[in-house]
């Protein structure tokens, strides 16, 4: 996904590499140079802004003026810098102990992969020894009940939903006390999404999450829809809170200025990424890791 901007990454920081000195003029326009790459990524204007100024300031130290290896030391804030933007630290789920329940809401767009980042987690989470149940509380996107048990099938783990329910907070009660009747440890309750954000659709979730008071309130983002993806968790961390994203379609030929947008903007972590349609195609986000990935 970052193939362009890797590929002026390596050559900027090429060019700076083997300096034996570097001059603020360089300093200028290997900062220039990834301003643009940044920009043509479809990185927030305010985020790459921020980026330049820092890694302006920092390589004006006299850290790398002086330094006898000043391309190495430019190098190395270039590359603090990405992964700060990513997010510094890999953040896992905040779940509680195995006899306690943990309720995990999902939220999102219709068609951002909700319903199956659902159970691509409650499969990832079943391999590591927890015991989760799915729930259904999409109740107005036609398919996605069904969808959801196909998945429960395909997955073994266990989908809860009420035949002829239309509200969905009453499925999420039923749900609570299903869950602990039969020692679920874990809840992922799959939420209905619209094709925009309205506040119909906010109202809903802010019920849900009143009844539900999960431990983590996950926002499915889709990685195509780029600044528009870093709008659409905003938006909710503010009118619902987030305890973080997940990306979906992360395999797809984006240009990947949501993943590099959305921790500054909306100061919550990208948990996972999807990687493909298939069930086992989500991974943990590693900032580190896909910084040095971007800078190739
Ligand atoms: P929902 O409306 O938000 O519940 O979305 P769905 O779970 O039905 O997903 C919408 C489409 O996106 C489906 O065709 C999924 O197979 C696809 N999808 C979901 N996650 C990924 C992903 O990580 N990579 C790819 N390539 N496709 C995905």
Do not use: W
Request: glycine share 8%; proline share 3%; hydrophobic share 40%.
């Amino acid at each position: 996904m970052f193939d362009k901007l890797t590929r002026t990454f390596s050559d900027v920081l090429r060019q700076v590499s083997g300096k034996s000195s570097i001059s603020e003029k360089n300093i200028q326009d290997a900062v220039e140079e990834i301003k643009i790459a940044l920009l043509e990524a479809d990185v927030n204007l305010r985020v790459v802004r921020r980026f330049v100024n820092h890694t302006i300031e920092e390589a004006r130290g006299e850290k790398v003026l002086r330094s006898v290896n000043p391309g190495q030391q430019f190098i190395k804030i270039v590359h603090d810098r990405m992964v700060n933007l990513l997010g510094s630290e890999t953040e896992g789920l905040q779940l509680k102990g195995p006899d306690t329940l943990s309720p995990i809401l999902f939220m999102g767009l219709q068609g951002s992969g909700k319903t199956t980042t659902c159970a691509k987690l409650a499969l990832r989470l079943k391999k590591e020894g927890r015991k989760p149940l799915l729930v259904a509380a999409d109740l107005v996107r036609p398919a996605a009940v069904k969808q959801l048990q196909l998945l429960g099938e395909q997955t073994g783990v266990p989908v809860f939903a009420v035949e002829g329910e239309k509200k969905p907070v009453k499925v999420v009660k039923q749900a609570l006390s299903f869950a602990k009747k039969n020692s679920f440890n874990t809840m992922i309750v799959d939420t209905s999404g619209r094709m925009h954000l309205d506040d119909d659709l906010m109202k809903e979730i802010q019920e849900i999450n009143s009844v539900l008071k999960p431990v983590e309130g996950l926002l499915v983002a889709d990685a195509m829809t780029g600044q528009q993806a870093v709008e659409i968790a905003k938006e909710f961390n503010e009118r619902v809170g987030i305890t973080g994203v997940i990306l979906s379609k992360f395999d797809s030929d984006t240009r990947g200025g949501a993943a590099l947008s959305l921790k500054s903007v909306t100061k919550k972590p990208i948990k996972y990424v999807g990687v493909g349609e298939k069930i086992d195609e989500l991974e943990q986000f590693h900032p580190d890791r896909m910084a040095s990935r971007i800078l190739g």
